[in-house]
């Protein structure tokens, strides 16, 4: 049965400030999922999500806003549960009436702490905010934000994809069969250490940098940095070694794909064991 823990707790009182101002609020909200849940779907806007693999066997939500983008006691979002898919929806918007102070900053995170299982499916959306996703598994995740940062940390799965307007993307530790990454208009791309059998990225004004576990001999690649230079290596094989400019395509029949492209800036990728 569906546990709803409704906490409204001051979790931060900043000191006033030296001018007499009031001081500054930060309130939090907690919810408990039922055990048994598979697919997550968050809808968000106007605030940063993340989520966390954790040692727990349900799945704990916590969501904490200031004093400027809420007023004490809202309720922010809607928690739905339809057998093993749980769906966050954000209700209420930032209250643009409310006066920021010199120490306080119109904020919302909504947090997410996931049992340490694979769950079967994973979208999450927001907008102006950041998404953030760490030791989290699933077979497929989408991640989508309109204007924000997108940083994924020890992911094991089949499917992952990132998509952002403007802000960087960062997969750290990836394990899947397919990943894909778009930045529609400007930010960077890092790949550190993931081992993918197909990945995709596409940034329009941003370099993609960084690092892919296996061997560069396995992969066949194909990469575009318009206008800019392209360097693929092989930490382990000096021989292996590929540069240029503005379009770089190497062992079509290759059992693995890397293909990556920017219209505006670099593209630099080492291949590490």
Not at 35 to 45: E, K, M, P, R, Y
Not at 93 to 104: A, F, M, Q, V
Not at 160 to 188: E, H, M, W, Y
């Amino acid at each position: 049965m569906k546990k709803f823990l409704l906490a409204l707790l001051t979790a931060a009182t900043a000191a006033a400030l030296l001018c007499g101002a009031a001081a500054v609020s930060t309130y939090s909200v907690g919810y408990d999922a039922p055990a048994g849940i598979i697919t997550i779907v968050v809808q968000d806007s106007s605030a940063a999500v993340v989520l966390q693999a954790a040692d727990t066997d349900h799945i704990h939500a916590d969501y904490t806003y200031t004093s400027s983008y809420a007023f004490e006691s809202s309720k922010l979002y809607d928690f739905s549960v339809a057998g093993s898919t749980l769906t966050v929806t954000k209700t209420r918007e930032p209250n643009t009436s409310l006066t920021i102070k010199s120490t306080d900053t119109r904020a919302c995170t909504l947090t997410l702490q996931v049992p340490r299982q694979t769950l079967a499916s994973l979208t999450v959306s927001t907008t102006n905010d950041n998404i953030t996703l760490d030791g989290v598994s699933a077979q497929t995740a989408a991640l989508t934000t309109d204007n924000g940062r997108i940083e994924v940390t020890n992911f094991n799965g089949t499917s992952l994809s990132g998509t952002t307007r403007n802000g960087k993307i960062t997969l750290s530790g990836v394990t899947s069969q397919n990943v894909a990454a778009t930045i529609q208009n400007s930010g960077t791309l890092k790949l550190e250490n993931i081992s993918a059998n197909v990945c995709n990225a596409k940034v329009q004004n941003g370099s993609i940098t960084g690092s892919v576990i296996g061997s560069g001999s396995s992969y066949g690649f194909e990469l575009a940095a318009g206008g800019g230079k392209i360097r693929v290596s092989d930490a382990s094989d000096k021989s292996f070694l590929f540069s240029g400019k503005d379009t770089l395509q190497q062992n079509a029949d290759a059992p693995n794909k890397l293909n990556l492209a920017t219209k505006n800036g670099d593209v630099e990728v080492e291949f590490v064991r």
